[in-house]
């Protein structure tokens, strides 16, 4: 599973929510454009 496949799986199920995802973008664990196609938001 990669960290793409992970943090979406973890929104998903509702164990992180938007201020997580922007901690990973931050971390380099996954994209702003994966941001995007997991939240349906701009980063």
């Keep these: ?3 793409f496949e992970r943090v979406k799986f973890y929104y998903e ?3 992180a929510q ?3 995802l ?3 973008v931050a ?3 996954i994209t ?5 196609i ?3 938001q701009d980063y």
Excluded: A, L, S
Excluded at 32 to 36: K, L, M, R, T
């Design 1 to 3: 599973m990669t960290d």
């Design 13 to 15: 199920k509702g164990w």
């Design 18 to 20: 938007i201020p997580d």
């Design 22 to 24: 922007r901690q990973y």
């Design 27 to 29: 971390f380099n664990k």
């Design 32 to 36: 702003p454009e994966q941001f995007g």
């Design 38 to 40: 997991i939240t349906g």
